[in-house]
């Protein structure tokens, strides 16, 4: 749900700066229908809807559609701002597959949100986790909507989120990372 913030301060800031919503309509993004259906995935698969489905098999349908997210962004690099989507999501999928197909989340970050790592979620609980500093240690606070335990690659995706979309109304477009 990190996302979420990053599409909110991106719009805040194209605003800011003078952009116009009408900006983000002249964004050529490819592949834009696979990110849709990758993440149409995951909604499924951390839902109610895949309790019957086998951990094995869901870890392994989650890198693959964390897999899909990262073709989108590849494809999109010449966009402002992805090449930081880019970053955090290989920073989040290397932790992901260092630890077996699930992202650890620290303890203390549920708790402090009073969560756990059980049901319907990405995130599990891990003596020692593989590439610790890439998992899950951060909570957002408990008061903020949709509140969630976060990872540095996290930061980066809703920074180049936020950057992405506030370049692409400012500009009309999203304009071409500097080489």
């Known amino acids: 749900m990190f996302i979420l913030y990053g599409v909110v301060v991106g719009l805040v800031a194209g605003f800011l700066l003078g952009g116009r919503l009408s900006g983000l309509a002249t964004v050529r993004f490819r592949l834009g229908w696979l990110a849709i259906v990758a993440l149409a995935i995951q909604l499924v698969l951390f839902s109610s809807l895949a309790d019957h489905v086998g951990s094995e098999v869901r870890r392994a349908i989650y890198v693959a559609s964390t897999g899909l997210v990262g073709v989108v962004v590849l494809a999109n690099l010449r966009l402002t701002g992805v090449p930081l989507i880019a970053l955090g999501a290989a920073l989040n999928l290397a932790a992901i597959v260092a630890n077996g197909g699930s992202m650890p989340a620290d303890p203390a970050a549920l708790a402090a949100l009073g969560m756990t790592a059980e049901g319907n979620t990405n995130s599990v609980v891990v003596a020692a986790p593989a590439l610790a500093p890439l998992t899950d240690l951060f909570a957002m606070p408990a008061w903020m909507p949709l509140s969630n335990v976060f990872s540095a690659g996290d930061v980066l995706i809703g920074a ?20």
């Open 160 to 179: 180049g989120v936020a950057v992405a979309i506030a370049a692409a109304m400012r500009t009309g477009r999203a304009a071409p990372a500097p080489d």
